[in-house]
């Protein structure tokens, strides 16, 4: 079984590139819509908070460490704690570089700064793997796993239909307060009560559309509507369908969507 896979994303209206607090990895890892083996895909995708310090470099991390641990950190809520504890760890790491690098540009931590950088950073995290298992028939059985905390959101759809929405079913549970992950917690027990996870079976030309909230929550809406989103966003970037940056335009000035950075992975199996 084989996947296409290809990835959007856009900061907010009236920002700029570099302020994209969104981040997302893939293994194998690929920026741009590439046919690859469905077995042993991974995908993780993360929200950086915007009131927290270097949010971004904080969902950066957090994509590359958890992606490089597929599917073992998909195995058990145990293992997902375990490899979150891991990446705070790394963070350590990764604030002394930047306040290194703060220091040689002759731009050291300033004090109003400080509390910020002791509270940490915040971000919401959605991480999901494909396997596939021959059968005794001759056919293929292709499963997906993800797992998360926060309102990243996964979308399963099969035959023009929505069949999963992990973790949000309706677009009222978007608030302004998802669950985080912060870049200095070391409590397991706690991350392991707040991440979710689901299950689902893969067929052929099944699409998996996963996103941070700014498109979940358009997406759900969308769909309580009786509209398909999806069929919008299966022709993105084609010559029948708009770029990425223009549905999210058009959606924005149409108060459908939010103005927020904006990602989008999409997985079509066949």
């Not at 993780?44 to 641990?69: K, N, Q």
């Not at 108060?255 to 199996?269: A, P």
Request: charged share 25%.
């Amino acid at each position: 079984m084989r996947a296409n896979v290809s990835s959007h994303y856009l900061h907010k209206g009236g920002g700029s590139e570099e302020e994209y607090e969104d981040a997302f990895a893939t293994t194998p890892d690929m920026r741009r819509l590439e046919d690859v083996a469905a077995d042993g895909l991974g995908i993780a995708i993360s929200d950086g908070a915007s009131e927290s310090i270097l949010a971004g470099r904080w969902a950066r991390l957090l994509v590359r460490h958890f992606t490089a641990a597929i599917p073992d950190v998909l195995g058990t809520r145990d293992a997902f704690a375990n490899h979150a504890v891991g990446a705070a760890e790394q963070w350590k790491l990764s604030i002394g570089e930047y306040v290194a690098e703060r220091e040689a540009a002759g731009r050291p931590i300033q004090w109003y700064e400080q509390p910020k950088m002791d509270r940490g950073a915040f971000a919401t995290l959605l991480v999901a793997g494909l396997s596939v298992m021959q059968q005794e028939d001759g056919s293929s059985l292709a499963t997906w796993v993800a797992a998360g905390i926060g309102d990243c959101a996964l979308f399963h759809v099969r035959d023009n239909r929505l069949l999963t929405s992990f973790p949000m079913t309706d677009s009222a549970e978007f608030t302004s307060n998802p669950a985080l992950l912060n870049s200095k917690s070391h409590d397991r027990d706690l991350i392991a009560d707040r991440m979710k996870t689901h299950v689902g079976i893969l067929r052929q030309k099944d699409d998996l559309y996963i996103c941070t909230d700014a498109v979940a929550a358009w997406f759900l809406g969308q769909a309580e509507c009786q509209n398909r989103p999806w069929e919008t966003l299966e022709d993105l970037d084609t010559a029948d369908g708009p770029t990425f940056a223009d549905l999210v335009d058009e959606e924005r000035t149409g108060g459908r969507m939010r103005n927020d950075d904006s990602t989008l992975i999409h997985v079509t199996v066949w």
